[in-house]
């Protein structure tokens, strides 16, 4: 093996190298199928019709990343059988599972994760009912990984505005909204994800 390649499985995934891989996925994904049913500008592969195609070539970007999941700063599994790969810097790469078929596709980067429990989930949970205003006022408790925890996801890499955010090592404390360098505003835009529960760990 080429000494290039040996030193790149053993450094740690960087958030522009899943960038090109991810790129790389879509545009394979692309030549398949429509582009109408395929939505690139998203990063969402929409299972049409080469479904099977469209599944292998997901599938082989999942395995080769398990393959290499040490470079990873986390690698986990929820109970609906999404997997998230999660960068030493902090992005997050989600391989989402359709429940009503079990489809797989490739959700955006997310640009920060933490890791949340059951009260932290109600806290989110019930503001995202009441346009997200509770959020502002209530300190999320935060946790390294573990099964039974959840994962929240913020600010996706294609979106243009973003989700600010003080923290630390147990609390996360949400601000507000903004548009690069504009005033915070008390909404949410830049994408917010919760995940389901941790069920394993690799």
Same mark, same amino acid.
């Given at each position: 093996m080429p000494i290039e390649a040996m030193i790149q499985q053993v450094s740690p995934m960087s958030y522009l190298e899943l960038q090109k891989l991810t790129k790389k996925? #879509?545009? @394979?994904? *692309?030549?398949?199928d429509d582009p109408s049913t395929v939505d690139v500008f998203a990063n969402t592969a929409t299972i049409t019709l080469p479904e099977l195609q469209i599944k292998k070539i997901?599938?082989?970007?999942? &395995?080769k990343l398990?393959?290499?999941?040490?470079?990873? @700063?986390? $690698?986990? @599994?929820?109970?609906?059988?999404s997997t998230y790969f999660v960068t030493q810097d902090g992005q997050s790469l989600r391989f989402r599972v359709d429940r009503r078929n079990g489809q797989m596709s490739i959700q955006p980067i997310m640009k920060n994760i933490f890791f949340i429990d059951e *009260?932290?989930?109600?806290? $989110?949970?019930?503001a995202i009912k009441m346009d997200f #205003?509770?959020?502002?006022?209530?300190n999320v408790p935060i946790f390294e990984p573990q099964v039974g925890l959840y994962p929240l996801e913020l600010n996706s890499e294609s979106s243009h505005g973003e989700i600010v955010f003080? &923290?630390?090592?147990? &609390?996360?404390?949400?601000?507000g909204s903004r548009y690069r360098d504009e005033e915070i505003q008390k909404?949410?835009?830049?994408?917010?994800?919760i995940g389901h529960k941790i069920t394993k760990i690799f």
């Open positions: 996925t #879509y545009e @394979a994904i *692309s030549k398949l997901i599938e082989n970007l999942l &395995k398990l393959e290499q999941k040490n470079r990873f @700063a986390h $690698v986990f @599994a929820t109970e609906l059988g *009260s932290g989930f109600e806290i $989110v949970k019930n #205003y509770p959020l502002f006022h209530n003080e &923290k630390t090592p147990t &609390k996360l404390m949400i601000k909404q949410i835009f830049g994408g917010l994800h």
